[in-house]
T-cell receptor, first 111, second 114 residues
């Protein structure tokens, strides 16, 4: 699976959009971009995933560049409860089950 | 995710004891996984099972064993616990099929081996 690079930490003001970047320059054509988050030792929580197109769900939006070498997770209106470590993971589809969690980005939402 | 439960949530035990961690899911998924997480590190895969009759070793299976008692239940055992098995343990499930295989995690078990 392709390696990802994320900033170690970011801050965001409550109520503002949080934009979390991820670089995955070695991504292959059949690899998906997944985002999970982990709130202080709780189980990782699935947020969103995508292959080529931008995706949106009730939690967030995922913007993938046209060359697929980077992506951005957007939390449109961050709250204090969004403070967590956010993991960007690139993984093959189909039978490739393995999720490789790196160090992620610690997002701190400030009042 | 409330659909994936783990018991116990916390456990303190002594070196050499046998420990079983249990995972149950009501999501109807056929795939189940066990991960461990150490402070400052990402999750590492211990074992995974794609159905009741299928068990596979992950990255770090030494010192662990598993049992898939039913589609909804997947247990992890430490036959003789040692201190470096102190960690957070997470169970996850996913559904076979489709082009992307999203895993959903339980709340975790914090295990301390003295």
């Amino acid at each position: 699976d392709a390696k990802t690079t994320q900033p170690t930490s970011m801050d965001c003001a409550e109520g503002r959009a949080a934009n979390l970047p991820c670089n995955h320059s070695t991504i292959s054509g059949n690899e998906y971009v997944y985002w999970y988050r982990q709130i202080h030792s709780q189980g990782p929580q699935y947020i969103i995933h995508g292959l080529k197109n931008n995706e949106t769900n009730e939690m967030a939006s995922l913007i993938i560049t046209e060359d697929r070498k980077s992506s951005t997770l957007i939390l449109p209106h961050a709250t204090l409860r969004d403070t967590a470590v956010y993991y960007c993971i690139v993984r093959g589809g189909g039978s490739n089950y393995k999720l490789t969690f790196g160090k992620g980005t610690l997002l701190t939402v400030n009042p | 995710d409330a659909d994936v439960t783990q018991t116990p949530r916390n456990r303190i035990t002594k070196t050499g004891k046998r420990i079983m961690l249990e995972c149950s899911q009501t999501k109807g998924h056929d795939r189940m996984y066990w991960y461990r997480q150490d402070p400052g590190l990402g999750l590492r895969l211990i074992y995974y099972s794609f159905d009741v009759k299928d068990i596979n070793k992950g990255e770090i299976s030494d010192g662990y064993s598993v049992s898939r008692q039913a589609q909804a239940k997947f247990s992890l055992s430490l036959e003789s616990a040692i201190p470096n098995q102190t960690a957070l343990y997470f169970c996850a499930t996913s559904e076979t099929g489709g082009s992307a295989d999203t895993q959903y995690f339980g709340p975790g078990t914090r295990l301390t081996v003295l």
